[in-house]
């Protein structure tokens, strides 16, 4: 059975930091791009960063660039994502992905086979 459980989410304040992890299993992890997507109340659900399967590459939007790092331990089975300076427009509810894909990092969720259940990011101002 395919798991993807999301831990970590909280509330925060502005300028304050958050470390999210997805733990998976049922799946072979390593062969599989991993990825957070953020939904925000009233809007879509969007990328905000991946990375390859062999954690050789990485992609984020640019609204977290130089805020966030993903990274993953393929020994593990896990992909954390490292939220720094937090604004409160991040606040969304934040889901790990997985995509099995010999290609580049797409941002389009539909192309991600597996997801977790979500976890809330609150960043108050």
């Known amino acids: 059975q395919v798991r993807l459980v999301e831990s970590g989410g909280g509330l925060v304040q502005a300028g304050g930091s958050l470390t999210l992890s997805c733990a998976a299993s049922?799946?072979?992890?390593?062969?599989?791009?991993m990825a957070w997507f953020r939904q925000a109340p009233g809007k879509a659900r969007e990328f905000v960063a991946g990375i390859l399967d062999n954690g050789g590459s990485t992609d984020y939007i640019e609204s977290v660039k130089s805020r966030f790092a993903i990274s993953r331990d393929n020994a593990k089975n896990t992909v954390t994502l490292q939220m720094n300076s937090l604004k409160p427009e991040d606040t969304a509810v934040y889901y790990c992905?997985?995509?099995?894909?010999?290609?580049?990092?797409?941002?389009?969720?539909?192309?991600?086979?597996?997801w977790g259940q979500g976890t809330q990011v609150t960043v108050s101002s």
């Open positions: 049922g799946f072979t992890f390593s062969k599989y791009h």
């Open positions: 992905a997985g995509d099995f894909r010999y290609g580049p990092l797409l941002h389009a969720a539909p192309a991600y086979d597996y």
